[in-house]
């Protein structure tokens, strides 16, 4: 490469990597104004940041001018070309991180009242996480970090136990009719759009381990949970049917609210029929999984009133419903699990799930 050509290119990426920088330092700024204005009812510091929001909405669209005028005048191969494609899905990301700063700082100037003591310091320990998984994820893309970027995701995976305790909290305040619920509705507003701040600085890190080792973000794998009364029979041909046609696309338990004390013999036996393999399952009760339950993505609940036998659900838990038909022979409970089961995973991973 020609020396003239090499400085060129390299000014061309300084100048891109600059205006990055910019642009995360500015929506930094404007996440903790906007969470201030809603702790203080500060309308005018609101109303500054909405109006910040313009300026990012403008460097934004010129990271993506830059981006295709490099690309028109360099052609880029290998590495460039995925500086290139995660540059402008990190452009998309700040976007959205600075229209996040501006929704919290339009609920601030909805506030009639200072949040309660409690949801007060919920916001200020979200804010802190959001804040400090934001400036992490940047400047692991900034200095191409995979380790950085890798040890963030991971402590941004945290994150779901914190939702639970806020919800729990904002819940309470209700309850108690402290405060108007407008004003409630804005403090979940704001927690929501901490919350998506942090999946956003996500992005940004996956993002970085593209740029620098290549590697494209994993299809994910589920955590899902069968319950139903005894865990002696349906629930447990779910399991094993699950962990054996999709091995690749989950982890899987199952559970009972009634655990019965061995697994049904007439289950057990058509197991062995169908290649499923009940002879080291034993029912069990899902109170032993109640502290671990916002590990799992999914909770199949199987039966007409399986929802109400179950303990409280945690936020980011989905919950679905199946409803068998009564008491069903182990055959004709295969038949009504399977074709149900492959539509789950085919919603949850597509033409990936295996």
């Known amino acids: 490469m020609?020396?003239?050509?090499?400085?060129?290119?390299?000014?061309?990426?300084?100048?891109?990597?600059?205006?990055?920088?910019?642009?995360?330092?500015?929506?930094?700024e404007a996440l903790s104004n906007s969470v201030h204005a809603v702790l203080h009812c500060d309308r005018n510091?609101?109303?500054?940041?909405?109006?910040?929001?313009?300026?990012?909405?403008r460097q934004t669209r010129e990271i993506d001018r830059l981006i295709h005028a490099f690309v028109a005048r360099h052609l880029p191969s290998a590495g460039h070309l995925r500086f290139v494609s995660a540059v402008l899905r990190l452009s998309v990301a700040m976007e959205r991180i600075g229209d996040y700063t501006a929704t919290i700082s339009?609920?601030?100037?909805?506030?009639?009242?200072?949040p309660p003591a409690l949801v007060k310091r919920d916001i200020e320990m979200m804010l802190e996480h959001a804040r400090r998984m934001l400036h992490d994820s940047i400047r692991s893309f900034l200095g191409r970090d995979a380790n950085l970027a890798k040890a963030t995701l991971t402590s941004a995976n945290q994150f779901a136990h914190l939702y639970d305790k806020v919800f729990n909290d904002l819940a309470q305040e209700g309850d108690a009719h402290s405060r108007p619920s407008s004003d409630l509705f804005g403090f979940l507003a704001t927690f929501n759009?901490?919350?998506?701040?942090?999946?956003?600085?996500?992005?940004?890190?996956?993002?970085?381990i593209f740029l620098v080792t290549g590697q494209s973000k994993g299809e994910k794998v589920f955590?899902?949970?069968?319950?139903?009364?005894?865990?002696?029979?349906?629930?447990?041909?779910a399991e094993h049917f699950t962990r054996k046609a999709f091995p690749n696309s989950g982890r899987y338990r199952s559970a009972g609210w009634k655990a019965a004390e061995e697994v049904d013999r007439k289950f057990a036996d058509f197991a062995r029929q169908t290649g499923l393999?009940?002879?080291?399952?034993?029912?069990?009760?899902?109170?032993?999984?109640v502290e671990t339950?916002?590990?799992?993505?999914?909770?199949?609940?199987?039966?007409?009133?399986?929802?109400?036998h179950l303990p409280k659900i945690p936020f980011h838990t989905t919950v679905v419903n199946w409803d068998l038909g009564g008491d069903l022979d182990p055959d004709a409970t295969y038949r009504a699990l399977a074709p149900r089961i492959r539509e789950l995973m085919e919603v949850l991973r597509g033409e990936a799930a295996n």
Request: hydrophobic share 45%; glycine share 6%.
């Open 45 to 57: 510091l609101a109303g500054t940041t909405i109006l910040g929001d313009y300026v990012v909405n």
């Open 277 to 289: 393999d009940l002879g080291a399952a034993w029912p069990a009760p899902i109170a032993s999984l």
């Open 2 to 28: 020609a020396p003239q050509y090499e400085e060129r290119l390299q000014k061309d990426l300084n100048w891109i990597t600059d205006l990055i920088r910019t642009v995360g330092q500015g929506i930094e």
């Open 293 to 308: 339950l916002d590990d799992f993505h999914v909770i199949v609940a199987l039966g007409k009133d399986a929802w109400q």
């Open 223 to 237: 955590q899902i949970l069968f319950v139903d009364e005894r865990n002696d029979g349906a629930s447990q041909l």
């Open 193 to 208: 759009r901490l919350e998506r701040v942090i999946h956003q600085a996500k992005n940004i890190c996956e993002e970085t």
């Open 106 to 114: 339009r609920t601030a100037v909805q506030l009639s009242t200072l």
